[in-house]
């Protein structure tokens, strides 16, 4: 039977279904506000970090406000034995991140727990799970409850610091295994077979594995002089305080320094400086200002260093340069 047939359905702590709805309609507004405000302040602190959302996040993050029947349906008929459910329950508003890796999870964790803008409580972390039944593989995510530390107001909205926002933060993997089996077996009255729990404890299992995995791999791929000695960093520096511009680094840089790894030691950006700083290059930070619209290279603060190879080592560039040649003549 539907939740909205039982529109005279009491709760215990007096506020029938008609009123439960009509408080949230009111109320709506305010935990919309909220949970933007959330979704807004950690984009912004992943940006400032530089992060490219479109590539960190692997689902968008949005806002999701609870619909009047998931609402209802929680307070009168999950035998959740709320004596206050309009105020016991936290996720009427909810926020969630999906990433691919488990470490990417810590770095979300970090935003949300050093921020001074509002309390959290974190009432979900399979890490704690592990520790706690290191045997059982179930159902994992990351989740956070969310209020102001002080009333706020945004535009015409004041919001109390009694509103509660629901953060789940994921692996794409662990998002997956969510939406096939959550609602299915763990929000269900009725209970899933013994192979059916046994399948998805399986599964749980082998997405354990397969993060570590590409932890594993993600670590070894990003280790190297080019990260031991932070060259695209340091480089990135000396070309904004160069040009006056921001560099943006693209996959054909990689490339390139994958084909120059050898070359790469703790040396190297001074080096560059220091060809940058003889008199016969003085010009070149205009010139590469000139070319910014027109070539990709120019973009990227790798050009210096293709620079520095023309002059030091320009035979080694030629018979290893793995583009088109073209590219080299400007």
């Known amino acids: 039977m539907d939740a909205g047939d039982h529109k005279g359905q009491d709760c215990e702590a007096g506020m029938n279904e008609t009123e439960l709805r009509d408080r949230w309609h009111t109320e709506k507004p305010v935990f919309k506000a909220w949970g933007e405000l959330i979704l807004e302040t950690v984009n912004t602190a992943l940006s400032s970090t530089g992060k490219d959302l479109d590539v960190f996040l692997k689902v968008p993050a949005q806002c999701r406000l609870k ?9 009168f008929y999950r035998k959740k034995n709320y004596a206050d459910p309009y105020n016991e329950i936290e996720d009427k508003i909810g926020v969630r991140f999906v990433v691919l890796l488990l470490i990417d999870i810590d770095e979300i964790c970090r935003i949300i727990e050093e921020s001074d803008l509002w309390d959290f409580d974190a009432c979900k972390h399979f890490d704690e799970d592990k520790e706690r039944e290191p045997l059982l593989f179930t159902y994992q995510s990351v989740h956070y409850i969310l209020r102001p530390k002080k009333l706020l107001t945004l535009a015409d909205i004041t919001i109390p610091e009694t509103t509660s926002c629901e953060v789940q933060i994921r692996t794409l993997l662990q998002h997956a295994h969510s939406e096939l089996t959550h609602d299915a077996i763990y929000k269900s009255e009725k209970t899933a077979k013994p192979i059916v729990q046994r399948t998805v404890a399986k599964s749980m299992a082998l997405i354990e594995t397969t ?3 590409f932890v594993s791999v993600t670590k070894q791929l990003n280790h190297g002089p080019l990260e031991e000695y932070g060259i695209v960093d340091r480089l ?15 996959k054909s840089s990689l490339i390139l320094w994958s084909v120059f790894e050898q070359i790469i030691d703790s040396d190297l950006v001074d080096g560059i400086q220091s060809f940058l700083s003889q008199p016969n290059y003085a010009g070149l930070p205009d010139v590469i200002k000139s070319r910014y619209t027109d070539n990709n290279f120019y973009q990227q603060s790798v050009v210096l260093f293709i620079y520095w190879m023309l002059l030091k080592r320009k035979q080694r560039l030629l018979a290893d340069w793995p583009f088109e040649r073209e590219l080299l003549r400007p």
């Open 236 to 250: 990135d520096g000396l070309y904004q305080h160069l040009t006056g511009i921001k560099p943006h680094t693209q």
């Open 67 to 75: 619909s009047d029947s998931s609402l209802i349906d929680k307070a």
């Open 211 to 213: 993060d570590d995995f």
